[in-house]
């Protein structure tokens, strides 16, 4: 069992910055592989970025290339988020979640999931 809690959400004006991180209960969180994903009102929820179980792979949605960057530290148990340019349309409810494997990210097939912290992105 892996419980994940979100934090670093918050408000932030356009071209701003911010960093979430995702923290994880239990000694396997270093076997997984790590997703954020985000979910804005009325729109499904979205894969982000994701990272492999030791953060020499990453994978990004286009809508995050160049201005998104994942990393995971194992030995504190958390992955992060680093986001930067942001714009109003990133404003959602952004997840982490947990995975067998990093290719199954996109498709949403994770296996626990963490209550999500809200960033809003004014113009």
């Known amino acids: 069992q892996v419980q994940l809690t979100e934090s670093g959400g918050g408000l932030v004006q356009a071209g701003g910055s911010l960093r979430l991180s995702c923290g994880a209960s239990?000694?396997?969180?270093?076997?997984?592989?790590m997703g954020w994903f985000r979910q804005a009102p009325g729109k499904e929820r979205e894969f982000v970025a994701g990272?492999?179980?030791?953060?020499?792979?990453?994978l990004y949605a286009d809508s995050a290339k160049g201005r998104f960057a994942v990393s995971r530290d194992n030995a504190k148990n958390t992955v992060y988020l680093q986001m930067n340019s942001l714009e109003p349309e990133d404003t959602a409810v952004y997840y982490c979640?947990?995975?067998?494997?990093?290719?199954?990210?996109?498709?949403?097939?994770?296996?626990?999931w963490g209550q999500g912290t809200q960033v809003t992105v004014s113009s």
């Open positions: 979640a947990a995975a067998g494997s990093i290719g199954v990210l996109p498709r949403k097939d994770c296996d626990y």
């Open positions: 239990g000694r396997t969180f270093g076997s997984y592989a």
């Open positions: 990272i492999g179980w030791s953060g020499g792979a990453t």
